[in-house]
């Protein structure tokens, strides 16, 4: 029992100068970092530098990745996945970019009173398959129910434990200038296949979320060649995953516009929203930074693997510029790609 | 990216004839007990004897103890503790009914827009300080933000990773007929302690949460003796436990319904509120189904820890009625302590 008194703690930071939660703290940009670094590190003592879509952790002399993820995509059901897909493949992928072999999944469910059980049921059936595809076992879970007015329909939350293989050190420090950024496909694809189907925005695309485990990938890559930092550029998209790698490892990264392959769908729908596709969510791609030797090995491993087919050199890491990420136009100018400040797409995983 | 439809899939029971989710399939019950046998064990491949507070698996050679909970606890504040504190200790205790020794915790938040923050950094700092002083810390997390009517205040879903020493084999299919039951102390604090300041049932008690983590009480006990089940009876209280654990192992539970350590405050609540004492949640306390050989010293070693110094007896394992929990009551007659239906007590955890 705490017997601490924390009726007077009082915030630390006025962030962004409002006192209260807003759909931005969760949009995995500027604001999502404040409310980490300052709210939740300082309480758990944990620092910013380490921070990376997983853990990694030593337990019995096993050194293992650690992993959690909410979801909370609205709609549960979308072109090409459910939020059942995502609570699988979201966690797999996280504990892959630490170059772990996921093993075990973990699910909590927060379910809105009213909710369809046959709805319930889907979800659940759709975690089972995306499960047995990553080859990882969902081996316990929780249950709880909030009334109508707390909830909205199903919320679930997975963790997962993956073994990472020995000598195997994949981390956002690891960047160094001459590295080689690539991407595994094409970008912005579960973002706008969410929004096609959002309840007040639906427009005619024949997009599908990109949902996947990239385990499989990430194993051909390492069998390839050394591999400096991984990562799944999923809210605030590839825009949010370079700047936290160019932060945590202070070096530049420069992009190249032209060589960033985004598909016309995607394209005309970030027209159509007025998004940037740099900054919209994949669930199914990740960004590499690899030394200049391993480049090439890698990138013919990656695009020898289905989920890596379409994958691209986009850029290097630069000592100029420390900490942002430059790309370069295609007329030929320069363009700083910031971290997103809030939500563009607010629940979208 | 899942290409199986399930637009046709309909749900194989109809759980308690409704068709959607009710208050109680979260309480910990039998409604719960349909859900994950029905919904989650075919759709996810697991099997009902496994089922236990935390999963035992191996990673790198290393034996793990798994386990997750969501806390939609209501109000987020409450006599002697927090939902930081129960999403701790919660955790902390599920991996310590398998015996292990916690060592590290996940936490996701969901967060409903317009919440304070500074209620979000009270909770933070709660869950910091319970982490230290259950001796795990707190290595990853994430955070999602819904929209004013889709959520409330502050859920947190913790997992956590926990080493299960060499030789300890604890579960609830170990339980035996002769083996003796015991409880670490008062029972029904927990639940009693949220309903006091529960919005519209407010009424006098001084009765405080009883969270807390169990793993040092645990690992005295597991030093003074063999212990065949561990269980923290929160949601559906006692009942419940026993009712699982009798079912697990195919043994009955005989029960002496005046060495139940109920203090006269949760008595006096319980009356007010026409419940029972033993479907009410704890948060602090554990139930120990030990060979009677071991008994003797295994309740010694219970209380000579702060945690455990109510330990009583309250009954032992028989042959008879395999899978039901019987108790004596105090006029000399017997009545069964059937598994709760649904839900007591919303939102208690």
């Known amino acids: 029992m705490t017997t601490v008194d924390f009726s007077n703690w009082t915030c630390p930071v006025p962030l962004r100068d409002t006192p209260n939660v807003v759909m931005g703290h969760g949009g995995g940009g500027a604001m999502s970092a404040e409310l980490v670094e300052q709210i939740f590190l300082p309480a758990f003592g944990g620092s910013v530098a380490d921070l990376a879509d997983s853990a990694v952790v030593t337990a019995g002399g096993a050194r293992l990745a650690f992993s959690t993820d909410?979801?909370?995509v609205k709609p549960m059901f979308f072109p090409g996945g459910s939020i059942g897909d995502l609570?699988?493949?979201?966690?797999?992928?996280?504990?892959a970019m630490s170059g772990a072999t996921p093993l075990?999944?973990?699910?909590?469910?927060i379910l809105q009173e009213g909710t369809d059980l046959a709805v319930v049921g889907r979800i659940a059936q759709a975690m089972g398959l995306a499960a047995a595809a990553a080859s990882v076992r969902l081996v316990t879970g929780d249950t709880k129910v909030v009334d109508s007015a707390s909830g909205d329909g199903v919320?679930?939350?997975?963790?997962?434990?993956?073994?990472?293989?020995?000598?195997?050190e994949i981390g956002p420090r690891r960047a160094r200038p001459g590295d080689v950024v690539l991407v595994s496909g094409d970008i912005g694809v579960h973002g706008v296949a969410v929004?096609?189907?959002r309840e007040?925005?639906?427009?005619?695309?024949?997009?599908?979320s990109d949902t996947a485990p990239l385990a499989g990938l990430v194993a051909a890559m390492l069998a390839a060649g050394e591999v400096h930092v991984l990562r799944d550029p999923t809210r605030g998209g590839v825009a949010?995953?370079?700047?936290?790698?160019?932060?945590?490892?202070?070096?530049?990264?420069?992009?190249?516009?032209r060589d960033l392959p985004v598909p016309p769908a995607v394209r005309d729908a970030c027209s159509l929203l007025g998004l940037d596709p740099l900054q919209v969510?994949?669930?199914?791609k990740l960004i590499a930074i690899v030394p200049p030797s391993a480049a090439p090995a890698v990138l013919d491993a990656m695009r020898a693997h289905p989920l890596g087919a379409g994958a691209q050199v986009i850029g290097t890491c630069v000592a100029e510029h420390p900490g942002m990420v430059v790309a370069q136009t295609a007329l030929g100018g320069n363009r700083v790609i910031s971290l997103p400040i809030g939500e563009q797409l607010p629940r979208i995983c």
């Open 281 to 284: 969510a994949n669930e199914g």
């Open 240 to 257: 949010a995953s370079l700047n936290e790698i160019a932060r945590a490892a202070g070096v530049g990264v420069s992009l190249v516009e």
């Open 70 to 72: 909410s979801y909370v």
């Open 195 to 197: 929004m096609s189907c």
């Open 87 to 95: 609570a699988v493949n979201g966690t797999v992928n996280d504990l």
């Open 155 to 168: 919320f679930v939350t997975t963790a997962g434990i993956g073994l990472v293989p020995p000598g195997v």
């Open 104 to 109: 075990y999944l973990s699910s909590a469910f």
């Open 200 to 208: 007040g925005l639906s427009f005619g695309t024949s997009v599908l």
